[in-house]
């Protein structure tokens, strides 16, 4: 492979060793940006906004796909640092906690209560996929009841993921992002209307009644901006995440015996996952000024890519990083979720995801096994990326399945 453009569904990690024995930073020629392999490196360019522009404001058609010119995605200095703010405060380790016990334990055990008596399931398409979509649904407040609904937004917040790939060069993928936005703005739109006359306790409503002030004439519109970055940011990502953490307990079967029942080694191995497979692979950068950086000059203008897939296997932060073990001293300082200014929103809720996803998982079954009967699992996507199918054998635990 000669550059990361080619690693659409295909095992991008030697491609990442490859640029490693270039040094920290590479200029990639099909990708027409430098690769910023080194962990140090990385994270200096996602902390140094100043250096480093966050460019989906300056992308043509990013406002129509992203749900509004004022979306959290779009903002940049002060207005980008209030909506943060906020946001975040809405999704700390404590609320999500509360979350946990309130509805998405509850979430969770009923799309396994849904797998009946089978013990051959694909854990992708029946549990890992459709879990982070109930529970973002249902934070916003919108009907997670409706499988139909919910199935189509996955593939709308899906169709605007792909778009974000292409870095607003394709006009198919833009218009297919375009035509996906514009559903979703028709599925949320009437629940915004909705909740601005009659609030609930759902994230909608705190957004338009509690959001007032964060930018000036904070509005309907702000409100699905922000619903709109909450529902693509909160479905996708997550999806890819617990796919990859229950690949890992299925190709690592010694873990599950360890894991059941012991939340802090669920913790562990759901840090271990994210610095093993980073769900999503590499950000987009746009240098402010000509900055040093790993040898180079990088110039006023350039494109970068911070890989943080590549930079939670950089061998100057992490021992034997192509090792896949829970003990690490520093398991849980990875760049999956990116650090600093951008940091993301969800970062606790999905982990809030792993914890009740794996814990019922193996609460309910041992000895998950791949079904050598059905279609192994790939490594397939690109910006964001997982393993599918999860096509397994379970055996029940009898106090479950009584
Ligand atoms: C494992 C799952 C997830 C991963 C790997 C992930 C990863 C990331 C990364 C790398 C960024 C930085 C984007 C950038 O630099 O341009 C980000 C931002 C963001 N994430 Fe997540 N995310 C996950 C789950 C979620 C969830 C569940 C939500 C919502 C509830 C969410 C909401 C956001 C938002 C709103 C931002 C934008 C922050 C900003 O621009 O200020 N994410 N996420």
């Known amino acids: 492979m000669q550059s990361l453009r080619e690693a659409r569904n295909v095992d991008p990690y030697p491609f990442f060793e490859q640029r490693r024995a270039q040094g920290p930073v590479s200029w990639d020629e099909g990708m027409q940006a430098w690769l910023v392999v080194g962990y140090d490196e990385a994270r200096f360019v996602q902390l140094r906004e100043d250096l480093f522009r966050h460019p989906y404001a300056g992308i043509a058609g990013a406002a129509d796909v992203y749900g509004g010119p004022r ?103 833009y218009e297919a992002a375009r035509s996906a936005a514009q559903n979703l703005n028709d599925v949320l739109l009437p629940v915004i209307r909705e909740r601005r006359e009659h609030p609930k306790d759902d994230l909608i409503s705190i957004l338009y009644h509690k959001g ?64 093993f497979f980073a769900p999503v692979q590499f950000r987009i950068r746009v240098a402010t000024q000509d900055v040093e950086l790993g040898g180079h000059t990088i110039r006023e203008g350039d494109r970068v890519h911070p890989v943080n897939a590549a930079a939670n296997r950089d061998p100057h932060h992490y021992g034997q990083p192509e090792d896949f073990t ?31 996803v794996v814990a019922q998982l193996l609460d309910r079954y041992r000895n998950i096994t791949w079904d050598a009967d059905a279609d192994p699992p790939t490594n397939y996507g690109y910006m964001p990326r997982s393993f599918s199918p999860l096509n397994v054998v379970v055996e029940p635990i009898a106090h479950r399945s009584a």
């Open 71 to 173: 979306g959290v995605l779009l903002l940049q200095g002060e207005q980008h640092h209030s909506v943060h703010n906020f946001l975040l405060k809405h999704f700390t380790p404590m609320r999500v906690a509360q979350y946990r016990s309130e509805f998405i334990a509850d979430l969770v055990s009923r799309r396994l209560d849904a797998l009946g008596g089978r013990t051959n399931v694909d854990l992708a398409a029946e549990y890992a996929s459709v879990v982070p979509s109930d529970v973002i649904a249902a934070m916003l407040g919108l009907d997670w009841r409706n499988e139909e609904l919910m199935a189509q937004c996955r593939v709308w917040n899906n169709t605007m993921f792909r778009w974000t790939e292409t870095f607003g060069d394709d006009d198919a993928a």
């Open 212 to 275: 007032d002030g964060l930018l000036e004439s904070w509005g309907e519109d702000d409100v699905l901006a922000q619903a709109r970055v909450l529902f693509f940011a909160g479905t996708d990502t997550t999806g890819h995440f617990l796919k990859n953490t229950i690949y890992l307990l299925v190709e690592h079967p010694e873990y599950q015996d360890r894991l059941r029942g012991n939340e802090q080694a669920i913790v562990d191995f759901g840090e271990e996952s994210l610095r």
């Open 326 to 356: 829970v003990d690490r001293p520093n398991v849980k300082d990875h760049l999956a979720f990116n650090v600093g200014p951008r940091y993301c929103v969800g970062a606790a809720l999905s982990r809030g995801e792993e914890i009740e």
